[in-house]
């Protein structure tokens, strides 16, 4: 379970940072056995609430588009 929280933080802080309003975005997991994580999100504009919102909307967005070409290709594999 640990290094799937690991997994999943690390590709939204890869979604925040391109976005223009984003200047700072990092995390800490305090002890691997705990279920807690500290956030960080420092903005030009806006709320670090909206830029996390964002965040996530494209993150989920990345994740729709990367199933749907596997499953495309999957499929094709399939038939040949």
Request: charged share 30%; net charge negative; aromatic share 8%.
């Amino acid at each position: 379970p640990s290094s799937r929280r690991y997994k999943a933080v690390t590709e939204h802080k890869l979604t925040l940072p391109p976005s223009p309003n984003v200047e700072f975005c990092g995390y800490s997991i305090p002890h691997p056995s705990e279920p807690k994580m500290n956030i960080r999100i420092q903005t030009y504009e806006g709320t670090a609430f909206e830029a996390l919102e964002k965040g996530l909307d494209d993150l989920m967005d990345l994740c729709d588009v990367v199933a749907e070409k596997f499953v495309g290709e999957r499929e094709a594999f399939g038939r040949q």
